[in-house]
């Protein structure tokens, strides 16, 4: 079993900078890529960053150049820097983790992000 506690939302203008954390605990030596997902009211959930333990990185096209994603395993933690953000970006972004030995994704609780105009 993976637990994963996200953190890091927020109100922000158009142009504006936050950093999304991730602190994964319990049967972590079991996860094999992490990444970040986003789903808007009313919208299907779409992958926005993936990023693997050997810290090979995959981006959704709508991102690149904006976000960063990156893990720092001694923390257990798994980062998104949001950049130039854009109202288009509001949505709940969530956390995700794949398990190498039950191919399961867990999720975390989500954490708001919110792009005014």
């Known amino acids: 079993q993976v637990q994963l506690v996200e953190s890091g939302g927020g109100l922000v203008q158009a142009g504006g900078s936050l950093r999304l954390s991730c602190v994964a605990s319990?049967?972590?030596?079991?996860?094999?890529?992490m990444g970040w997902f986003r789903q808007a009211p009313g919208k299907q959930r779409e992958l926005v960053a993936t990023i693997t333990s050997g810290r090979s990185t995959n981006y959704a096209d709508s991102v690149k150049g904006r976000f960063t994603i990156s893990r720092d395993n001694a923390k257990n933690t798994v980062y998104l820097q949001v950049n130039s953000l854009k109202p288009d970006d509001t949505a709940v972004y969530y956390c995700g983790a794949l398990s190498r030995y039950d191919s399961n994704w867990y999720w975390g609780q989500g954490t708001q992000v919110t792009v005014s105009s």
């Open positions: 319990g049967s972590i030596f079991s996860i094999n890529l």
